[in-house]
C-alpha cells in the first residue's frame, strides 16, 4: 500500500503554488520518467516518481525589473534545499510514512549539485534517477519550466500514473524483499 499518492499530492495547495511555479508539465514529465528509469535502476517506482514530481517544488522567482534575471538565480538560487525541506513537510502533512519522507527529500536535495561551490556528490540509484529523470526533460535556456499543461489534463496523467505505481507496488516489494513500511 502507498502511503500517498501523486493525486493527493496534486491536489495540495502547496503543490498548485509551487510546483505550478516552476512548470508543472515540467513536473509530470519527470515523474513518467522517474517511473521508466525507476525499473531500469531497480528503484522503487513509488519513491521516484514522487521525488521527481516534487523536485522543482523550491524554485523562487528571481525577477528584476519585472524579467526574470538568469544571473541573480544562479548566484542565489538554492531551491534543492528549500524544495527538500517543502517536500518533506508536504508529505509529512499528508501521511507519507517518515522513513520514505525522509529518502525523497533527500532525492529532492541532491538533484542539483548547482547550490555546491564545487559539487561533486556520489549519488544512490534513487537519487541517481531523480536527477536523470530532470535531465530527459530539460530543454536549453530553462525552456522546460514554461511548458503548459491544463489542470484536467495534468490530474488525468497523474491518475494514470497512479495506477501504474499501484499495480506495480507489489511486484517491486516482493521482488526486492524490501522491508514492509506499514
Ligand atoms: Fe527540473
Given at each position: 500500500m502507498r502511503h500517498v499518492t501523486l493525486t493527493q499530492l496534486f491536489d495540495h495547495?502547496?503543490?498548485?503554488?509551487?510546483?505550478?511555479?516552476?512548470?508543472?508539465?515540467h513536473a509530470?514529465?519527470?515523474?513518467?520518467?522517474a517511473y521508466r528509469l525507476a525499473n531500469e535502476y531497480h528503484v522503487d517506482p513509488d519513491k521516484a516518481t514522487?521525488?521527481?514530481?516534487?523536485?522543482?517544488i523550491g524554485h523562487y522567482t528571481w525577477y528584476r525589473d519585472g524579467k526574470?534575471?538568469?544571473e541573480l538565480y544562479k548566484q542565489n538560487d538554492i531551491h534543492a534545499i528549500k524544495g527538500s525541506e517543502r517536500a518533506h513537510k508536504l508529505l509529512i502533512r499528508l501521511g507519507e510514512h517518515p522513513k520514505i519522507a525522509k529518502e525523497i527529500a533527500l532525492a529532492v536535495l541532491f538533484h542539483t549539485d548547482s547550490f555546491l561551490p564545487e559539487g561533486?556528490?556520489?549519488l544512490d540509484p534513487l537519487q541517481y534517477v531523480?536527477?536523470?529523470?530532470?535531465?530527459?526533460?530539460e530543454e536549453p535556456g530553462g525552456e522546460h519550466h514554461y511548458r503548459t499543461i491544463t489542470?484536467?489534463?495534468?490530474?488525468h496523467?497523474?491518475?494514470?500514473?497512479?495506477?501504474?505505481?499501484?499495480?506495480k507496488q507489489t511486484t517491486y516489494h516482493e521482488g526486492h524483499s524490501i522491508e514492509k513500511t506499514n
Open positions: 495547495p502547496i503543490t498548485q503554488k509551487y510546483v505550478k511555479r516552476s512548470g508543472m508539465a509530470i514529465a519527470c515523474a513518467y520518467h514522487k521525488a521527481a514530481f516534487l523536485h522543482d526574470w534575471d538568469y561533486q556528490l556520489e531523480v536527477a536523470l529523470a530532470d535531465e530527459a526533460d489542470d484536467e489534463r495534468a490530474r496523467l497523474l491518475t494514470l500514473l497512479d495506477l501504474k505505481l499501484d499495480a
